[in-house]
């Protein structure tokens, strides 16, 4: 059974840091790409950044500069390094995996990753 399970979120002021971590099990992580996206209320889910199994990542617009995608194999876990946050950057931030038949993983696409985690709550005031 596979489990993605987020950690790391919290409140933080503006211009603050938060290291979001994701923990897989029973999943053969390393070879599968990862992702992180992020959800508002009232807004469709986004995507963030996602990395694929050698490394190479991917952002959206809004992320580059700020955030960094990282995976460690040996620990089966993803992180996401986030500097510089804004109150915009205030949602519920999702820990996603290569499912089946996943391809494509660079477009940030939600309907390409087949794994999901419950979330962590990341909250950034002005």
């Known amino acids: 059974q596979v489990q993605l399970v987020e950690s790391g979120g919290g409140s933080v002021q503006s211009g603050g840091s938060l290291r979001l971590s994701c923990a897989a099990s029973?999943?053969?992580?390393?070879?599968?790409?990862m992702g992180w996206f992020r959800q508002s209320p009232g807004k469709e889910r986004e995507g963030v950044a996602a990395i694929d199994s050698d490394g190479i990542t991917t952002y959206a617009q809004f992320a580059k500069g700020r955030f960094t995608i990282s995976r460690d194999n040996a620990k089966n876990t993803l992180y996401l390094q986030m500097n510089n946050l804004k109150p915009e950057d205030t949602a519920m931030y999702y820990c996603a995996g290569q499912g089946a038949g996943g391809i494509v993983w660079w477009l940030l696409r939600a309907a390409d990753f087949g794994y999901w985690g419950q979330g962590t709550q990341v909250t950034v005031s002005s």
């Open positions: 029973g999943y053969t992580f390393s070879n599968r790409y």
